[in-house]
Structures are given as C-alpha cells and as structure tokens.
C-alpha cells in the first residue's frame, strides 16, 4: 500500500527532482493522469455501476443517467427492457442489448429521426448524452452499465483501491507521466513504460480479460495478454 504522500516522496526521488520544480500542483496532475490511465487500460469490476432511466417515445436522445463526464471511464453495456408488461414490441422484462456504433454509423441507418421502432444500436453523441438508432418507440426503460471513476488520491483522500493494491504500477504509471514532463532522458521514459506493462499484464490477467469495448460486443482485449507459449 501506498498513501499520497509515500507516493508523492517516491515521485520526486525517483526523478532526483525537488518540489521547486515538481510542485504539488505538477505532482497531483501527475497521479491523477496515472490513475485515468490505469482505469481505462483494465477493466475493474469493483468499478462497475448501473443506472436506468426512462426513455422518451419520439427521442433518440438520452442523457447519461446517474453518470458525468467526471463520474466514469467507459460504458460496459447498454440495453433496454420493459418493467411491466408488454410495451411497444417489447414483453414483459423482455432485454434487449443494444450494440455499439459511432455517430455516421447512427447517422446513415437512421437518417429520419421521426422514423421509431424499437432500438438497436447506441453511439455516443457528447461527453454525456448518447443517441439510440432507431428512436425510440415508446417509453422503455434503459439501464446503462459503466466503469465509474473513483475519487482520486490526494492530500485529503490518502490512500485509494489502486494505491492499495497495485501501489507499483501507480508508482511507474506516474514516472512515466514525470519523465514526459521533463523531456527525458528517454531511456528512463522507456523503462518506465515497460515496468509500467510488465506490472499490468498480470493484472489485467487477473480481470479475466475483459473487453475495453460494450460487454455484449466481441471486442478485442484491452490488454493484449501475452502468452506463457511461444
């Protein structure tokens, strides 16, 4: 385990740089770049939140229910159901996933927006909002499943999950972060950066190898795991 200020000691030593150049200020954009980084590379299932909300029949938009651009790293799954009974094609708790797209994609299949059915696909339109193609039908109900971004590691919040338990991986995640921000010298950005992945691949093994895009999606790892065979 590793507490705030352990980490912001390790920081400044390992790079031989003092507080008048590594000001806390520096240092905490440091680790919380770190931190970002760690939960987008490995999916965390301690991190994972559901929130539902009520469709609009005639909108395609939805905004981000219960989540800010602040409060989470990546959407897991999304999918639509009906609570009770049947309601516009849809039976009575019947779940339907929706797959992943970006906004072209939305664009072409459904270029009439007052042209409703029930939804299949999902893109994201803005840091909180995302659009459903085709436009919604009727009243459904969407529940969003999502990796949510913790309060991070600071002078008043000392320690965190990942601080606790992969304290190294912080530690190489942030001097890789330092090492670019002094320019160099590059071998010690680059062996930074290899601790940092020799630290991960085990850890990301340990989260069964789960999918950087929508879980309902084969998407690719989002950690290449390397195998023990050549």
Same mark, same amino acid.
Request: with cysteine; proline share 6%; aromatic share 12%.
């Given at each position: 385990?590793?507490?705030?200020?352990?980490?912001?000691?390790? %920081? /400044?030593?390992?790079?031989?740089?003092?507080?008048?150049? =590594?000001?806390?200020? $520096?240092?905490?954009?440091? &680790?919380?770049?770190?931190?970002?980084? %760690?939960?987008?590379?490995?999916?965390?299932?301690?991190? /994972?939140?559901?929130?539902?909300?009520?469709?609009?029949?005639?909108?395609?938009?939805?905004?981000?229910?219960?989540?800010?651009?602040?409060? =989470?790293?990546? *959407?897991?799954?999304?999918? *639509? =159901?009906?609570?009770?009974?049947?309601?516009?094609?849809?039976?009575?708790?019947?779940?339907?996933?929706?797959?992943?797209?970006?906004?072209?994609? $939305?664009?072409?299949?459904?270029?009439? /927006?007052?042209?409703?059915?029930?939804?299949?696909?999902?893109?994201?339109?803005?840091?909180?909002? &995302? %659009?459903?193609?085709?436009?919604?039908?009727?009243?459904?109900?969407?529940?969003?499943?999502?990796?949510?971004?913790?309060?991070?590691?600071?002078?008043?919040?000392?320690?965190?999950?990942?601080?606790?338990?992969?304290?190294?991986?912080?530690?190489?995640?942030?001097?890789?972060?330092?090492?670019?921000?002094?320019?160099?010298?590059?071998?010690?950005?680059?062996?930074?950066? /290899?601790?940092?992945?020799?630290?991960?691949?085990?850890?990301?093994?340990?989260?069964?190898?789960?999918?950087?895009?929508?879980?309902?999606?084969?998407?690719?790892?989002?950690?290449? *795991?390397?195998?023990?065979?050549?």
């Amino acid at each position: 385990m590793t507490t705030y200020s352990e980490l912001v000691t390790q %920081i /400044r030593e390992y790079t031989e740089t003092d507080s008048n150049v =590594f000001t806390t200020v $520096i240092v905490n954009d440091f &680790i919380e770049h770190a931190e970002i980084r %760690i939960f987008r590379d490995v999916d965390l299932d301690v991190f /994972r939140k559901y929130q539902t909300a009520s469709l609009t029949s005639g909108d395609a938009f939805v905004g981000m229910p219960g989540a800010t651009p602040s409060s =989470f790293s990546f *959407i897991r799954s999304v999918n *639509i =159901f009906s609570p009770s009974g049947s309601l516009g094609g849809l039976t009575d708790n019947e779940r339907r996933y929706l797959e992943k797209k970006d906004t072209s994609f $939305i664009s072409e299949y459904s270029p009439n /927006r007052s042209s409703t059915g029930i939804p299949k696909y999902y893109a994201n339109w803005d840091n909180d909002t &995302i %659009i459903l193609a085709p436009t919604p039908n009727a009243a459904y109900t969407i529940e969003l499943a999502y990796n949510a971004l913790p309060t991070g590691l600071s002078s008043s919040n000392t320690t965190t999950w990942v601080s606790t338990n992969v304290p190294q991986m912080l530690l190489y995640a942030c001097l890789v972060e330092a090492f670019k921000f002094l320019k160099g010298p590059d071998n010690m950005l680059q062996t930074y950066e /290899r601790y940092y992945q020799q630290a991960l691949q085990p850890f990301a093994g340990e989260q069964m190898g789960r999918r950087r895009r929508d879980e309902y999606m084969d998407g690719v790892p989002r950690i290449g *795991i390397r195998s023990t065979n050549p």
